[in-house]
């Protein structure tokens, strides 16, 4: 194996975790910059280094990306699956970001992950796409609207008899520490999809073997780059999420980013499931709002996103299988 090749796989991964932390950035931050509980650059910053934190908490995601969803042959074949399959996912991040669709970068991973594959004609586990990939995709929007719907109902409860202006100030405050945890789960969750793919590549190029340890210095470029690329900001995606869907206040943001960042917390230490921060913080922010009023929430705009979580996976698998048909042609 072409160490040169191993580099720039390598390299294009951790160019994909870049446009991660700038297309998800506002998964973690756009309700506390909406509810002006944090300054942007404040959120940015804060979301960085939670970013960084949260990939070190745990390796489970990682191992599902790297050994449960498609089976790569050693040698220069493996490592043109993976490089189109990062490159397909590359790209769908760039088209979404440009319009500012808040769709999910990790089902455009998924998505090259198994377009490649099946133009390289290798194994696709799809007993583990089904329930580590697609059955989440579809339940966790569910749990986040629901329960972001019945978190915010508790709060209204408990709070019934306070000050209005006294509630909204200290839930400001409390959203510092909600969006803290959304950027920590977001870096549990996002850096190690990442680190599974780099791992793939170290055991395509003969230099792990998926029962090693995961190395330091491959979660160290990965949460970097991550953070690097949240703090480029999103700063397209973060107007439809805290304002497009519909106006929060302090109370509702602080809903919205606890149920978001339990649910990712869940999925990664109880199931190991690698979802998409941008499903859970967007249907929690809907169930949210839907406390208010049901047509307080912009349904329109949640339909064109809904039809982006749709579409990304087969989006990104097509262009993933063209590029690696380009990688074919160019180097056989």
Same mark, same amino acid.
């Given at each position: 194996?072409?160490?040169?090749?191993?580099? &720039?796989?390598?390299?294009?991964?951790?160019?994909?975790?870049?446009? $991660?932390?700038?297309?998800?950035?506002? $998964?973690?931050?756009?309700?506390?910059?909406?509810?002006?509980?944090?300054?942007?650059?404040?959120?940015?910053?804060?979301?960085?280094?939670?970013?960084?934190?949260?990939?070190?908490?745990?390796?489970?995601?990682?191992?599902?990306? !790297?050994?449960?969803?498609?089976?790569?042959?050693?040698?220069?074949?493996?490592?043109?699956?993976?490089?189109?399959?990062?490159?397909?996912?590359?790209?769908?991040?760039?088209?979404?970001?440009?319009?500012?669709?808040?769709?999910?970068?990790?089902?455009?991973?998924?998505?090259?992950?198994?377009?490649?594959?099946?133009?390289?004609?290798?194994?696709?586990?799809?007993?583990?796409?089904?329930?580590?990939?697609?059955?989440?995709?579809?339940? !966790?929007?569910?749990?986040?609207?629901?329960?972001?719907? #019945?978190?915010?109902?508790?709060?209204?409860?408990?709070?019934?008899?306070? $000050?209005?202006?006294?509630?909204?100030?200290?839930?400001?405050?409390?959203?510092?520490?909600?969006?803290?945890?959304?950027?920590?789960?977001?870096?549990?969750?996002?850096?190690?999809?990442?680190?599974?793919?780099?791992?793939?590549?170290?055991?395509?190029?003969?230099?792990?073997?998926?029962?090693?340890?995961?190395?330091?210095?491959?979660? #160290?470029?990965?949460?970097?780059?991550?953070?690097?690329?949240?703090?480029?900001?999103?700063?397209?995606?973060?107007?439809?999420?805290?304002?497009?869907?519909?106006? #929060?206040?302090?109370?509702?943001?602080?809903?919205?980013?606890?149920?978001?960042?339990?649910?990712?917390?869940?999925?990664?230490?109880?199931?190991?499931?690698?979802?998409? *921060?941008?499903?859970?913080?967007?249907?929690?922010?809907?169930?949210?709002?839907? *406390?208010?009023?049901?047509?307080?929430?912009?349904?329109?705009?949640?339909?064109?996103?809904?039809?982006?979580?749709?579409?990304?996976?087969?989006?990104?698998?097509? &262009?993933?299988?063209?590029?690696?048909?380009?990688?074919?042609?160019?180097?056989?």
């Amino acid at each position: 194996m072409d160490t040169f090749v191993l580099v &720039v796989t390598i390299g294009v991964a951790l160019g994909f975790t870049y446009t $991660n932390g700038f297309h998800d950035s506002a $998964n973690a931050i756009a309700t506390s910059v909406s509810t002006r509980a944090l300054t942007p650059r404040a959120a940015l910053a804060m979301a960085a280094v939670m970013n960084l934190a949260g990939a070190f908490l745990g390796s489970g995601v990682a191992k599902t990306v !790297s050994e449960g969803l498609i089976a790569t042959p050693t040698g220069d074949k493996g490592m043109g699956i993976l490089f189109a399959a990062l490159v397909g996912a590359i790209i769908w991040n760039l088209i979404t970001w440009y319009f500012g669709l808040p769709s999910s970068s990790s089902h455009a991973l998924f998505g090259g992950m198994v377009g490649a594959a099946l133009a390289g004609g290798t194994l696709v586990h799809w007993d583990g796409v089904l329930d580590k990939v697609v059955i989440p995709m579809f339940i !966790s929007p569910v749990i986040g609207l629901v329960a972001g719907y #019945l978190v915010m109902v508790a709060i209204m409860w408990m709070f019934r008899k306070s $000050n209005p202006h006294k509630a909204k100030r200290g839930f400001r405050i409390a959203q510092t520490v909600s969006a803290a945890g959304m950027a920590l789960g977001h870096g549990l969750q996002d850096a190690q999809k990442t680190m599974g793919i780099v791992v793939m590549a170290l055991v395509i190029s003969g230099h792990e073997t998926y029962s090693d340890p995961i190395p330091v210095w491959v979660k #160290l470029v990965c949460a970097l780059m991550l953070s690097l690329g949240t703090y480029a900001g999103g700063w397209r995606i973060m107007r439809t999420l805290g304002r497009k869907i519909i106006e #929060l206040d302090p109370p509702q943001g602080f809903a919205a980013e606890t149920t978001g960042a339990s649910i990712m917390f869940g999925s990664a230490f109880l199931f190991h499931a690698p979802i998409s *921060t941008t499903h859970v913080i967007t249907s929690a922010i809907m169930g949210v709002g839907a *406390t208010k009023r049901v047509n307080a929430v912009r349904w329109g705009v949640a339909k064109n996103i809904i039809l982006g979580w749709f579409i990304t996976m087969p989006a990104a698998a097509l &262009v993933a299988a063209a590029s690696y048909e380009v990688v074919v042609l160019m180097f056989g």
